[in-house]
């Protein structure tokens, strides 16, 4: 079946703009995870939803940066204002579960460059 | 200190040879990851384990609760095992809930030499 998707692959901005990343998970996951890897280290949590809700976002490093899932089903991650820190490879993780700890299914990434 | 360290950083072995990667973490965990990811791809898991010892294929991966201590094998290395291996634990208990929320190692980089 399919699996984790994320669209764009890679994307290329400016400092100072938008920009939104979707991420597809396995149907029928109610677990949803984004996470962010920056060059040479391991991925960092920023946000992980539970059907529609946000359970925990502790993880995002501030306000310019939100995520939703509106349907319980696809997630966009929006980064406002972009920062050349913000560079990294964007992940997202789904899993059938929240309550037991489950296996977690990897998307391709999305590789974000901001100029 | 980070709450989940791995060693080594950088491995490099030949072709054949017996692979160990350690991982130690800090905190109480429901169930360790063992993750492969290679370069410009995405990641795989590898191993869930919250006791014991898995099996598959060449690898091996066990853990000890106890200690707070993991271990990652690939015996008869290839080439073709030349990626990252993360660990990452999970189920990390914060006021009495836990979830599905991974912390990571910084991953251990492993090339294997033909």
């Known amino acids: 079946g399919a699996g984790v998707s994320q669209t764009p692959s890679n994307k290329v901005t400016e400092k100072g703009k938008y920009v939104e990343l979707r991420c597809d998970p396995i149907?029928?996951?109610?677990?949803l995870y984004w996470y962010r890897q920056s060059l040479g280290q391991g991925p960092e949590f920023l946000i992980y939803?539970?059907?529609?809700?946000?359970?925990?976002d502790s993880g995002l490093p501030n306000d310019r940066f939100f995520a939703v899932r509106p349907e319980g089903s696809v997630s966009t991650l929006k980064i406002q204002r972009t920062e050349r820190g913000d560079s990294a490879v964007y992940l997202c993780a789904s899993s059938v579960t929240r309550d037991r700890v489950d296996e977690q299914f990897f998307g391709p990434g999305t590789r974000l460059t901001v100029l | 200190k980070n709450e989940v360290e791995q060693s080594p950083q950088n491995l490099t072995a030949q072709e054949g040879e017996f692979i160990t990667i350690n991982c130690s973490y800090s905190?109480?965990?429901?169930?360790l990851h063992w993750l492969q990811q290679h370069p410009g791809g995405g990641i795989v898991s590898l191993f869930m384990?919250?006791?014991g010892k898995k099996k598959h294929g060449r690898l091996i991966a066990t853990i000890n609760i106890q200690e707070k201590h993991s271990s990652l094998h690939i015996t008869a290395s290839h080439p073709r095992d030349s990626a990252v291996y993360i660990c990452?634990?999970?189920?990390?208990?914060?006021?009495?809930?836990?979830?599905?929320?991974?912390?990571f190692g910084q991953g251990t980089i492993l090339t294997v030499h033909p």
């Open positions: 384990l919250s006791s």
């Open positions: 149907s029928g996951h109610t677990a």
């Open positions: 905190v109480g965990i429901s169930a």
């Open positions: 990452a634990v999970g189920g990390t208990y914060a006021g009495g809930t836990s979830y599905g929320k991974l912390t």
């Open positions: 939803f539970q059907g529609t809700g946000a359970a925990d």
